[in-house]
């Protein structure tokens, strides 16, 4: 894996990301520790499934009888 500095990151983010693209694995350190990695998404994503997913969370999110999805936000924040 190839790293590079945040500076130089964002100073070459088009060239990183295409070469990312290319299927290169590219680390972005932060004072020296590896922070973040640009990989290539081909092939990543599939949106149906991801969709599929979120409605399976739905339905069970109603299955929960007395408490709202509000309620759940409300203690998922505290």
Not at 3 to 26: D, H, N, P, T, Y
Not at 44 to 55: P, Q, S
Request: zero cysteines; glycine letters at 12%.
């Amino acid at each position: 894996m190839r790293r590079v500095g945040l500076f130089e990151a964002k100073q070459k983010l088009s060239e990183l990301v295409e070469q990312a693209a290319a299927g290169e694995r590219i680390g972005i350190t932060r004072r020296g520790k590896l922070a973040a990695v640009i990989v290539s998404v081909k092939g990543e994503y599939d949106l149906n499934g991801i969709f599929e997913n979120l409605e399976g969370i739905r339905r069970r999110a109603r299955r929960v009888k007395g408490v709202s999805v509000k309620d759940l936000i409300e203690e998922g924040r505290s």
